[in-house]
Nanobody
Framework: VQLQASGGGLVQAGGSLRLSCAAS?????????MGWFRQAPGKEREFVAG????????NYADSVKGRFTVSRDNAKNTVYLQMNSLKPEDTAVYYCAASRYPRMRVGVLESDYDYWGQGTLVTVSS
């Protein structure tokens, strides 16, 4: 399974960006949990948002609730992260991730995910 993230860039505080992550590969399951993590300079990677295969379960980090929205299009094997009201502290490399199999919950740990994309840089200027 390969995950290709895109959509990062430079934006002013208060602005918006939409990240996309397309999954490919014969073993990718449309029921897989897909998630977004981020890693800011000098910090550990942290969970941002995740979505179940059906889209019926969502999970967000407290720091992004109300500002970020995760969604997916299973016909395109793509997950999205709509980021609004961006803050300088949102600056980070954003990674998408996917589980190998469907799961009963949207995990927040790196170990809940089996496949990782290459990351896309989001920079929010003040």
């Amino acid at each position: 399974v390969q995950l290709q993230a895109s959509g990062g860039g430079l934006v002013q505080a208060g602005g918006s960006l939409r990240l996309s992550c397309a999954a490919s590969g014969r073993t990718f399951s449309s029921g897989a949990i897909m998630g977004w993590f981020r890693q800011a300079p000098g910090k550990e990677r942290e969970f941002v948002a995740g979505i179940s295969g059906s889209g019926g379960m969502l999970n967000y980090a407290d720091s992004v609730k109300g500002r970020f929205t995760v969604s997916r299009d299973n016909a395109k094997n793509t997950v999205y992260l709509q980021m609004n009201s961006l803050k300088p502290e949102d600056t980070a490399v954003y990674y998408c991730a996917a589980s190998r199999y469907p799961r009963m919950r949207v995990g927040v740990l790196e170990s809940d995910y089996d496949y990782w994309g290459q990351g896309t840089l989001v920079t929010v200027s003040s």
